[in-house]
Each structure stands twice: as C-alpha cells, then as structure tokens.
C-alpha cells in the first residue's frame, strides 16, 4: 500500500525567503504527483501535477521536482510572501484497486511579514 | 465555471439520522470522487466512480453509499450517522481517473 510522508509537518520563516517543502512515498509505481495548497477552512486548490514520465513543472514562483526511484518529491516556493500561509498537500496517484489519490498529511506553513 | 460545488456546508445531525451530501461539477469531468479529512489522518479515499454508471469503494466506504445520477452530479449518502462519520467531506472530480484532481469546499458534518 501507497504511504505518504510530508516533512516538516509545520514550517515558520521570514517573508522573502526560498523554501522547500519535501514529499516521500514507499511505491515507485506512480502515474502522477500532485501538490495541493489548503486555506484553513476551505478546499484544496491545485498547485502543479507532474506525471510520471517528468522531472518537474513550474508555476510562477513554485518549482515541484519528481524522483521516482527515490519515493522523493519537492516543492520550492521563491521569494516566499504572507500569502503563501497555508497548508501544503502532496498526493500520489498509483491506481490499483482503489483509484483515487493517496495524500501526505501535510505542511502548515506560516510566512511572517 | 463554479468548479466543483458541494451542498450544504455545514450540518449537524444526530446519532441514527440519515442525510445526503450532494456534489455537483460543471467541467465535464467523467471521474468523481468522494474524500474525508480528519485530524491526524489527513484525506481518504470514501468512494469513487470512474465514470457514468460506475461506482466503486475506496478505503473507508464503511457506512456510506453513492449515487452517481449522471456526468454531472454524485451524491454521498449516511443512511445512519455515528459520531465517528464527524469529518470534513470533500468532492473532488478528474477529466479521467488518473488526471489533475479538482475539489469543492467540501461539508463539515458533526455528528452528535
């Protein structure tokens, strides 16, 4: 079975700065990675979805890396701003019998002005 | 486009009664999905259906059934709620299974 592990589970740094936020899985078999962000009492947005066969994909200032042989997925935010307070979500697609995303449990990320 | 809608927000219900969440996406999407997120758990799978007319369990369908009615709309059903269904509920649709995964705002459900 497809296990998620998101460190740190709780971040605080100064606004301006880069950060990485890490995502491991124990099954290399994977179609795809998805990073979410959640807003305390709301849903999930969509970040970035990297398939399988891709190493990366950017959005404005995030940059999500994929390492399958080694379970390992990365999610760098740049000149990071209050805004980006929020909890961060890795999910991992790996079908099989119940098709539907495996998730992390996240990182609470705050972002001091 | 509203995305993925979910109706109501919020509800309190008591131990045995029965209630339906309903989820409703305007993307065309064929896949559906229906989560739950916990403290300490973070989000599971409930049911889902890959398509029109298909349905299948996830990891915690104990409890529950769905309904999909058509492309559009797929419902989540407590026949008899138990304090341990108390959780925040999400939709979630996809073009096809393994595609981008879109939410709603999802349902929190307290069960007294």
């Known amino acids: 079975k497809q296990e998620v592990t998101q460190i740190p589970a709780a971040l605080s740094v100064p606004e301006g700065e880069n950060l990485v936020l890490n995502c491991s899985f124990t099954?290399?078999?994977?179609?795809?990675l998805q990073w979410f962000r959640q807003d305390p009492g709301k849903g999930l947005t969509s970040l970035l979805l990297i398939q399988s066969s891709q190493r990366e994909q950017t959005s404005g200032r995030l940059n999500a890396s994929l390492d399958k042989s080694s379970g390992r997925s990365t999610l760098y935010i740049a000149a990071s701003q209050p805004g980006d307070s929020a909890t961060y979500l890795c999910?991992?697609?790996?079908?099989?019998?119940?098709?539907?995303?495996?998730f992390g449990k996240g990182t609470h990320l705050i972002i001091q002005p | 486009n509203a995305g993925v809608t979910q109706t109501p927000k919020f509800q309190v219900l008591k131990t045995g009664q029965s209630m339906t969440l309903q989820c409703a996406q305007d993307m065309n999407h064929n896949s559906m999905y229906w989560y739950r997120q916990d403290p300490g758990m973070g989000l599971r799978l409930i049911y889902y259906s890959a398509s029109e007319g298909t349905t299948d369990k996830g990891e915690v369908p104990n409890g529950y059934n769905v309904s999909r009615l058509n492309k559009r709309e797929f419902s989540l059903r407590l026949e008899s709620a138990a304090p341990s269904q108390t959780s925040v509920y999400f939709c979630?649709?996809?073009?096809?299974?393994?595609?981008?995964?879109?939410f709603g705002q999802g349902t929190r459900l307290t069960v007294v």
């Open positions: 099954d290399s078999a994977i179609y795809n």
């Open positions: 999910a991992i697609y790996s079908g099989g019998g119940a098709d539907g995303l495996t």
């Open positions: 979630a649709s996809s073009e096809i299974v393994f595609s981008e995964a879109f």
